[in-house]
């Protein structure tokens, strides 16, 4: 079936509305893979188990993903409902259920992993989006959250050599899923930092467009306005969602104790992902599974 320019517009103004920030070509192309599908209440779209073959677009109606003695998520309009077992690469782990009469648009696997690879706009755009609206569910959550665990490691030798940084960012979580080469390229243009106990790494206002890799020690950071004080030790990503989505300019932070870290302009992470697409793909597959933990404090109900 040949799409109207109509219904072309009509999608691409419906990605444009749930993925914000992404526009142009990018929500063009991503409109154009989309396909449309009507689903019954009670249909099954997926169950646990299976590949992730496809992620759906809610327009209209409700989608739950159910696991057994667990609470259901729902979704409803301007959700995107099996995105995150598609970038993460694993098979479905809760059963997908079409709660009411529901209008979707559908994206294969591949073809979703293909613009991504193939289009370093698209990429950007879907990481801001995805962090953005990360970012404010953990502000409103954090404090359910429990501590997180930081490990313990010896502060390498100053000046680092490449290969060290090639090794704290291999194992940063923000990179478990890229290539040696994208992350070889990263250390390229990664600049070393060093602060001792107490020491204040920005104030407020001082960062906004810069990705911070903890390597060793412990940085913590404050959201003064929020009242969300929060501890990042060796393979985070300091600030997580937050500095993928730019909004590192609302914090403070400072070193618990002596630490080292890699600092990398937003500028130079992107584009060296359009040289090595699996950076980006990390990215967003780092923003999926941090939004887990989320979603079992506070289900999606719409």
């Known amino acids: 079936m040949t799409m109207t320019d109509h219904d072309h517009l009509a999608r691409e103004l ?3 509305s749930t ?3 992404l526009g142009g070509e990018a ?5 154009a893979a ?3 599908l009507p689903a019954r209440a009670g249909d099954v779209l997926f169950e646990p188990g299976q590949r992730p073959e496809r992620l759906f677009m809610v327009i209209e109606g409700e989608l739950a993903l159910e696991l057994p003695g667990a609470e259901p998520w729902i979704f409803g309009p301007r959700s ?4 995150i077992d598609v970038m993460v690469d694993r098979p479905h782990v809760r059963r997908c259920v079409v709660r009411s009469d529901a209008r979707l648009l559908v994206a294969r696997a591949n073809v979703w992993l293909d613009l991504i690879e193939d289009d370093g706009v698209l990429t950007r755009g879907a990481v801001k989006s995805t962090a953005r609206s990360l970012h404010e569910l953990w ?3 954090a404090a359910k959250l429990p501590e997180p665990l930081l490990a313990y490691v010896n502060l390498p030798p100053a000046p680092l050599p490449l290969y060290e940084k090639i090794l704290i960012l291999r194992d940063a979580t923000l990179l478990r899923n890229a290539g040696m080469q994208g992350t070889a390229s990263l250390a390229l243009v990664a600049e070393e930092l060093r602060v001792e106990s107490g020491q204040v790494l920005f104030e407020q206002g001082g960062e906004k467009d810069t990705l911070y890799v903890v390597g060793a020690g412990t940085v913590e950071l404050v959201h003064e306005a929020r009242g969300v004080v929060s501890s990042y030790g060796p393979g985070s990503l300091l600030g ?3 500095a993928l989505a730019g909004e590192l300019g609302a914090y403070s932070a400072h070193a618990i104790e002596p630490s080292t870290l890699l600092r990398i302009r937003d500028e130079d992470f992107f584009d060296q992902a359009e040289e090595h697409p699996d950076l980006g793909r990390a990215a967003l597959s780092y923003l999926m599974l941090e939004r887990e933990p989320l979603l079992l404090v506070r289900p999606p109900l719409r």
Do not use: N, Q, S, Y
């Open 19 to 21: 993925l914000l920030g």
């Open 139 to 141: 502000l409103e959550l």
């Open 240 to 242: 997580g969602a937050a």
């Open 80 to 83: 995107i409902v099996g995105i």
């Open 34 to 36: 989309l396909i449309p």
């Open 27 to 31: 929500a063009a192309r991503l409109a």
């Open 14 to 16: 419906f990605v444009r």
